[in-house]
């Protein structure tokens, strides 16, 4: 490991982890936490290695026939990926290296979670909804998983009372700009923002909606024209989240929403009953009352 290490430029105070194949596999699993402290994990064969600083991957190899299968590097998407499948679990893995605004956005959905569970379990449902209806795979030209979630952030803020609050309540947008994305450190913005969720939380209006109520009023909200798509990326606003849904794809979004609009409406009572877990649980399996 010390020639890994040397090979890779590695600084002395990065920790090693090198006993096989399991850190390795738990770390691409996000069962390890590498947003704290630098780390790089590998293997004695030199196959796969990895270094993340700051919860963004430094270094990558990995190489097909051990971990990972159907290996494939795109170098020319917005922010080059590798992708690769799981021998172990049969999973696609998207792999960015240097992506601190994407680690950053990971960050903040997972903070907005923590102020109403209803936010994950309707972006469950909506994904899940989405690619019954095909329309939830961007290489195709339909919609990312990320523009699903924007536009339950945004329902989230319209409701009434509202469920979330405006973005800039949470995070500090004039420090971002000054020093960039790649410039922040995780832990003194991760700090800002837990200060204002709390802040929020304490003076909000509870929400008491069910999940199937903002799942009606969700397609209710957005079914209207959909001729054109444009979700603005909160975190880049000059981007559209939705740029990868292509003119030929739209007809078909539309019309899922319609559809399902229409069927959610007339059939509200049995889509509660779906919806509603037994003793008050999430669709996770945990018992939260709503609002938490």
């Not at 590097?73 to 893995?93: D, E, G």
Request: glycine residues 4%; contains cysteine.
């Amino acid at each position: 490991m010390h020639a890994w290490k040397k090979d890779l430029n590695i600084r002395d105070e990065v920790l090693l982890l090198s006993n096989g194949n399991r850190e390795f596999t738990l770390a691409l699993g996000m069962k390890l936490d590498l947003s704290d402290k630098p780390m790089g994990l590998g293997v004695r064969s030199h196959r796969y290695t990895l270094l993340a600083e700051d919860g963004v991957v430094k270094v990558l190899n990995l190489e097909d026939g051990g971990l990972a299968s159907s290996i494939e590097y795109i170098p020319n998407a917005r922010v080059p990926l590798l992708k690769y499948i799981s021998r172990q679990h049969n999973i696609s893995f998207d792999v960015s290296v240097n992506n601190h605004l994407g680690v950053m956005k990971s960050n903040v959905l997972k903070w907005l979670s923590e102020i109403d569970d209803r936010f994950r379990d309707m972006v469950l449902v909506l994904k899940e909804w989405a690619k019954a209806q095909d329309i939830n795979d961007p290489k195709s030209g339909s919609l990312s998983s990320y523009a699903l979630c924007l536009l339950v952030i945004f329902h989230f803020q319209t409701c009434e009372p509202p469920i979330f609050p405006p973005l800039r309540a949470i995070i500090n947008e004039e420090r971002i700009s000054d020093r960039g994305w790649s410039n922040l450190s995780r832990s003194p913005f991760e700090d800002v923002c837990s200060i204002n969720i709390q802040r929020f939380r304490s003076s909000r209006i509870i929400n008491q909606s069910s999940l199937a109520q903002l799942l009606l009023s969700f397609f209710d909200k957005l079914v209207d024209d959909l001729s054109t798509l444009y979700i603005e990326d909160p975190f880049e606003r000059m981007e559209n989240a939705a740029r990868t849904v292509c003119w030929v794809e739209l007809p078909k979004i539309s019309n899922a929403f319609q559809n399902s609009h229409n069927k959610l409406s007339s059939e509200i009572e049995r889509i509660e009953e779906i919806l509603a877990m037994p003793n008050g649980k999430t669709l996770d399996g945990e018992t939260r009352p709503i609002g938490a």
